[in-house]
């Protein structure tokens, strides 16, 4: 549905046609009663009928007690990116109820627990009473299960009148309990006599109704950006992961931890392969990470913004150093603690230039789930190839809310593990004569060949430094050494690009309008670009997914007349690295930015290109 | 590449490895600095127990302390990381390869101050590492600022009088609950040693607090980190000998009932005779009484002040493979295509 107009209109007596597969649940409850397995139910249910469907958790940074919001956008053209308005919302929060009032279009619909006494000032939706206490008195549950419980009578209710499928429900129950069987019952049994109310005592008046699809979702699974991040390194062959808790990255870490013992138990002596460290703050945890990839580990950790501030200095450390690790940084809404709960692309330049002096570090964008999945092997293998830290940047959104989104693909190539020489490796240097230094150019690519502790030949050995180094490790401060070893960094990073993932073109021909777009903002932009085409204006699409720019996002600079660079944060963080990468064409580059902890709609996508192309035209 | 080897020369060790295969760069501290002696004794002691440098590997923060790895062991691999933040570079690195034995060498700035975090997280997780804080009250290579363990009263050039009181590296240790605990004195060489070689064979973590002076911004005599404090005021808690596994123990000179011996985890022992107290490094109450004691009489208490040797080390509670994690192939690391066609298929 689009987002700002009414969808329909009821009249007095007459009936709307039906609205299928295409429309907006807001769900709003207290933080920490335990809607979060509610919210998932429907929208699994929903994914299993085939339906494409959206999640997203709009949570407060608190444990139990303030208004936590949930929005399942269900859309059979497969679009997933947020809507600004809602057709349905079921209150269970008195505290927020009025406010949710003012979210619904015209013509939409409230199911309310029946408790809320409060006045409904909307006259133009239709609402539904819910029994909520009496049904959970009736059900015979334990008084303390009572308040989780209470969320499975809106799924009954709003179950039965959408039409939800019973046995996709109770599938979706089976997964989040994983099957076992007394908790499913329980919940299900709820579920179930809400229904039955339902069928019993409610009149359907609205026109919103869900059916069975098919096409729309094959090979694709459900799931959230940070079991993906965590599941792609497991299969990356992570070996160490130092990490400290930080909302919204702690669920990448704990998912390493669940899934270690699952997939990372040797096949041969049934022992772990990897391990995890909770540490004691991220300047910890970085360093651990950055011992454990200097010493041949494939090594990663996880935060957030905050985090990656303070690992700044050890990352410039490992930048100079040339260690390898892999930092996924889950963004969230900054400067300084900002909103924590929150969604932003705001790390951009930050991660670009962490640390003092020069540097610049490689950062994959993934852009959906199963891309999270896929970097979590691929930087591991870009990191050891490069011989740096290679940072990914995931946001809240990507990381916490689930997705549907394409099954994961197994690595498609053996493991890259760089240039390291063990001992047969330096003895036949030795032998044939040859030099080897830690920081020699050899090949000639800005890469040289390293050695990890361990290594057991006498001549492997070098002390590793932050401090001025020459090309055999050795302590240095002559100029020509310094500027020497940084350009070659310098360059070894600039010409990393084909280690790393390329740019994905949308193109309906050639275009004059050209839209960049990193990491989540991608289902925002594509459904605005669709709308835009509606509005006879025709754009290509480029999603960059890794930085430094491959030349195809020159490319596109130069061949476009304008270029909106979509993200969100307020200064246009991509645009500007894209202006200090390509002066030449910075001049064509328009900011499209916006920040507020939400993530980017369509309408704001496509409005604020129609205005720019308004004023040029 | 170097193999162990029985044969046994009079200026070879057991693995017949000379002296200079032991040895580093040149030292760039000052002449007289107390840390020279400690590379030096680093050297012999991992020369007499017959440790490969291929082994061992370094790690340092910032500082001078943390300059001088470069200076001993130019066979072993190192790292000179961040300031204050050595601990979690070697908990890194070690998990790599367990087998191979960390050295960390810190200074009472990058361990005291902004290391103090660190400091107390790697011994509370009780990391098998020798964590060695080379402490002279000073910050050197910033030219001689007051450093936390300075005592309070310490008048220096510059800096005027210290008003503080000092942090005690000993007893923050034992309050972290480490495992090993010792104090020496850099211009005590034959102690200094042989509690090099019991830190070495310590299952777990091993805190030396060596006192060492800073002959250009810190040796004035009535201090507690100068050459002619230490001289004067040094209190051995003990006579000490560290007995190598391997060797048979033969005690000529510790007469019965006035020595005392810790079996380490390797097999090896320490043996301590008893001096003017009988105290017992396995009792942490009679620990932290020694260091209070000493406190209120400033004396310079040297020796080993706490031990256990019975405390699993960091790496043994994750269940991990035998060998160096850094050495196993792909086919170990990578799991199968079906285990992510399971995980697809519960994703649906």
């Known amino acids: 549905m689009s987002d700002e107009s009414p969808s329909h209109v009821i009249g007095a007596d007459t009936k709307a046609s039906p609205i299928v597969n295409d429309f907006c649940i807001t769900i709003s409850t207290v933080n920490g009663s335990g809607s979060a397995t509610a919210n998932n139910l429907l929208l699994r249910a929903l994914f299993r009928m085939g339906i494409p469907v959206s999640g997203k958790n709009i949570f407060p940074s608190n444990i139990q007690g303030l208004p936590t919001w949930y929005t399942i956008r269900l859309s059979k053209d497969g679009y997933l990116a947020r809507l600004e308005k809602d057709d349905i919302v079921i209150a269970m929060n008195p505290a927020s109820f009025s406010r949710e009032l003012d979210y619904i279009l015209p013509g939409g619909v409230l199911f309310y627990a029946d408790d809320i006494k409060q006045e409904i000032t909307r006259t133009d939706i239709i609402t539904y009473p819910m029994p909520v206490k009496k049904l959970i008195k009736d059900a015979e549950i334990a008084p303390n299960m009572r308040d989780y419980i209470a969320n499975m009578v809106y799924v009954g209710v709003v179950g039965h009148m959408l039409g939800i499928s019973m046995e996709e429900l109770y599938a979706a129950l089976d997964f989040h309990f994983k099957g076992k069987k007394k908790a499913v019952d329980s919940n299900f049994g709820v579920i179930k006599a809400a229904a039955e109310w339902a069928a019993a005592n409610l009149e359907k008046k609205d026109p919103y109704r869900v059916e069975r699809m098919s096409g729309m979702t094959d090979d694709c699974i459900m799931a959230d950006g940070n079991t993906a991040a965590a599941l792609g390194a497991l299969f990356g062959g992570l070996q160490f992961s130092g990490w400290y808790p930080i909302t919204p990255a702690t669920s990448l870490a704990e998912s390493l931890n669940e899934y270690l013992p699952v997939l990372r138990k040797d096949p041969e002596t049934g022992k772990l392969t990897c391990i995890v460290v909770q540490s004691e703050d991220e300047l910890a945890a970085i360093g651990m990470t950055i011992g454990a990839g200097w010493a041949g580990l494939r090594s990663m950790t996880s935060t957030s913004g905050p985090g990656l501030s303070l690992m700044s200095e050890y990352l410039g450390l490992a930048y100079y150093a040339e260690v390898p690790c892999v930092i996924w940084d889950v963004q969230r809404v900054g400067p300084s603690t900002g909103l924590p709960t929150r969604t932003q692309q705001g790390d951009i330049t930050q991660a670009y230039f962490n640390g003092h002096g020069d540097t610049q570090f490689v950062m994959l964008i993934p852009g959906s789930v199963s891309e999270c999945f896929e970097f979590g092997w691929r930087a591991l293998d870009v990191a050891e190839r490069l011989q740096t830290p290679v940072i990914v940047m995931s946001d809240l959104d990507l990381g916490m809310n689930q997705w549907m989104t394409k099954k994961f693909e197994y690595p498609d190539r053996p493991m890259d593990r760089g240039k390291v020489l063990w001992e047969k490796d330096i003895e036949a240097l030795v032998n044939a004569n040859k030099e080897w230094g830690r920081y020699l150019d050899i090949d000639g690519d800005g890469i040289p060949y390293r050695t990890v502790a361990g290594n057991k030949h006498p001549r492997s050995a070098y002390f590793a430094r932050g401090t001025g180094h020459d090309e055999f490790g050795r302590y240095s401060e002559e100029p020509e050494v310094w500027e020497r070893v940084l350009d070659r960094i310098a360059r070894k990073i600039q010409n990393s690009t084909k280690y790393l993932p390329a740019p994905v073109l949308t193109s309906d021909g050639k275009c004059d309008i050209g839209i960049i777009v990193t990491g989540s903002a991608e289902p925002a932009v594509m459904e605005a670009h669709d709308q835009l085409k509606q509005k006879g204006i025709a754009t290509d699409v480029l999603r960059i997914r890794s930085i430094p720019f491959h030349a195809e996002v020159e490319d596109f600079l130069r061949d476009h007349e304008r270029v909106y660079v979509v993200e969100l944060n307020r200064d246009g963080q991509i645009r500007q690295l894209l202006m200090i990468n390509y002066p030449e064409f910075a001049t064509k580059t328009v900011k499209v930015a916006h920040t507020d902890g939400l993530a980017l709609t369509a309408k704001w996508v496509r409005e604020a290109i129609e205005a720019h192309e308004e004023k040029v035209s | ?348």
Do not use: W
């Not at chain 2, 002959?215 to 000490?240: A, R």
């Not at chain 2, 033969?250 to 011996?261: A, Q």
């Not at chain 2, 790496?315 to 697809?344: C, H, I, K, T």
């Open chain 2, 1 to 348: 590449m170097t193999s162990p080897t029985a044969v046994s020369q009079s200026n070879v060790n057991l693995v017949g490895l000379s002296r200079s295969d032991y040895r580093g760069a040149a030292s760039t501290l000052c002449q007289g600095c107390g840390h020279n002696g400690i590379a030096s004794q680093i050297v012999a002691a991992l020369y007499e127990m017959n440790v490969i440098p291929e082994n061992v590997v370094k790690f340092s923060g910032i500082g001078c302390s943390s300059k001088s790895p470069t200076y001993f062991l130019s066979r072993s691999f190192g790292f000179n990381g961040l300031h204050g933040r050595m601990p979690s570079l070697a908990l890194g690195a070690l998990a790599a390869d367990t087998s191979l034995k960390g050295i960390g060498v810190s200074g009472d700035g990058d361990s005291a101050s902004i290391g103090m975090g660190q400091f107390k997280h790697i011994i509370r997780r009780n990391v098998p590492m020798v964590y060695i804080v080379e402490n002279n009250g000073v910050y050197g290579l910033t030219k001689g600022q007051f450093s936390a363990t300075a005592e309070k009263g310490l008048e220096l050039k510059k800096q005027g009088v210290n008003q503080f009181l000092p942090v005690d590296i000993c007893a923050e240790a034992l309050v972290a609950n480490a495992t090993f605990v010792a104090r020496s004195f850099a211009g005590d060489p034959r102690q200094l040693k042989e509690l090099l070689k019991a830190a070495l064979s310590h299952h777990g973590i091993a805190i030396l607090d060596v006192i060492s002076p800073c002959v250009t911004f810190h040796n004035q005599e009535n201090s507690i980190h100068s050459y002619t404090f230490g001289k004067e005021h040094e209190i051995p808690l003990h006579e000490l000998s560290f007995v190598p596994a391997r060797e048979e123990i033969t005690v000529e000179d510790y007469e019965e009932g006035s020595s005392r011996e810790v079996t380490l985890h390797d097999g090896s022992t320490i043996i301590l005779k008893k001096l003017d107290k009988d105290h017992d490094p396995t009792d942490r109450m009679q620990a932290a009484m020694v260091l209070e004691d000493a406190r209120r009489k400033n004396e310079l208490i040297t020796g080993l002040i706490y031990i256990n040797p019975n405390e699993p080390s960091f790496f043994d509670g994750y269940g991990l493979v035998d060998e160096p994690l850094n050495r196993l192939p792909e086919s170990r690391l990578r799991p199968s295509r079906e285990a992510l066609d399971q995980l697809n298929a519960m994703f649906m």
